[in-house]
């Protein structure tokens, strides 16, 4: 990123940017997370209380949920969830009634039955299309966000009152995308910087088998961040498969598959990407909780921008 497009972003997101510089550093991301730990030990176990009230009213059962969170925490990753039939139906629904947006442009929008109709009318294969406004217009999303399960996790990973930041529904798609609609996509190795501390529950709502659009991510490389070059101190970058495959244990690179309705949490400064599928489509449900909310990782939209283009 240019000089000028960090003054431009700063003008636009003054505490985003802040925090895209300083959380970069163990440092001030744990500056942060403990001043936030103190001020809010007091709402934190209120907000605990009120989820374990609840606790019987979560669609997710047998979770342990004090393991989950040490997973969560010692690998930066954490498996165990699973959608009861009745949610994964009703996104599935949402999914095949609701227009999607082709690579998350409001003004390219189709349904999924009309890929190839929306790829000749863009002049370009579509990588991945993504829904808008789940969270108002599907009750399963909304479900979720609420749920105790979810929420009990999140702040204890967070030790803090919570804040959901966004629902994100996209499909990727089996198509011979450009490197660079790859990289901008997630499809290269990566890490994000999204907050001092955060973390996204994925959920698959299709099959993904071995080969296929996995995620993929670097078991506990949230605290062993990849040194190649000189400059991987500072700056975050995408990283090609032989980087990776030559810093980390193979044992630690895992392709996580799973029939639809498989969960997990992630902190995405692990190493992670997605693959691009080769023959099926991925259709996933993504929800985050961070400490702060910069307006950036939410599937928010105003309607009026809209525009179907087919
Ligand atoms: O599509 C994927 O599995 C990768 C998504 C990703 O990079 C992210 O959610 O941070
Ligand atoms: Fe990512």
């Not at 047998?62 to 990753?77: A, H, I, N, Q």
């Not at 629902?167 to 011979?176: D, G, L, Q, R």
């Not at 810093?247 to 895992?254: G, L, M, P, Q, R």
């Not at 449900?285 to 400490?291: A, D, T, V």
């Amino acid at each position: 990123m240019s000089l000028s497009n960090v003054w431009q972003t700063f003008k636009s997101h003054p505490q985003y940017t802040l925090m895209r510089g300083l959380g970069r550093f163990v440092f001030f991301r744990n500056l942060v997370i403990l001043s936030r730990k103190l001020r809010h030990t007091r709402s934190t176990d209120e907000f605990l209380l009120n989820c374990q009230k609840r606790m019987g009213q979560s669609v997710f059962h047998d979770v342990d949920l004090e393991s989950f969170v040490d997973e969560l925490r010692t690998k930066g990753v954490a498996f165990g969830l699973r959608l009861p039939a009745g949610i994964l139906e009703e996104l599935t629904l949402f999914a095949q009634n609701n227009p999607c947006y082709a690579y998350r442009r409001t003004e390219a929008g189709f349904r999924f039955n009309e890929h190839k109709l929306a790829e000749n009318s863009l002049q370009k294969p579509i990588l991945l299309a993504q829904y808008f406004n789940t969270a108002v217009q599907c009750n399963a999303v909304k479900q979720l966000i609420n749920d105790p399960v979810l929420q009990w996790i999140a702040a204890t990973y967070l030790q803090s009152v919570p804040t959901f930041v966004g629902a994100n529904m996209w499909w990727t798609f089996p198509v011979k995308a450009s490197e660079q609609d790859r990289s901008e996509h997630a499809h290269l190795f990566h890490r994000d910087v999204d907050d001092y501390k955060f973390f996204k529950f994925f959920f698959y709502l299709t099959d993904v088998n071995p080969g296929e659009g996995a995620h993929v991510c670097v078991v506990a490389s949230h605290e062993n961040p990849p040194r190649i070059k000189a400059s991987d101190k500072w700056t975050f970058r995408r990283y090609s498969d032989e980087e990776i495959d030559g810093f980390y244990a193979a044992k630690d690179i895992v392709e996580i598959c799973g029939e639809a309705g498989t969960g997990f949490a992630e902190n995405t400064l692990c190493i992670h990407k997605g693959r691009t599928p080769i023959a099926k489509e991925r259709l996933l449900l993504q929800l985050q909780y961070s400490l702060f909310d910069y307006g950036v990782t939410n599937d928010i939209r105003d309607a009026a921008q809209l525009q179907m283009l087919v």
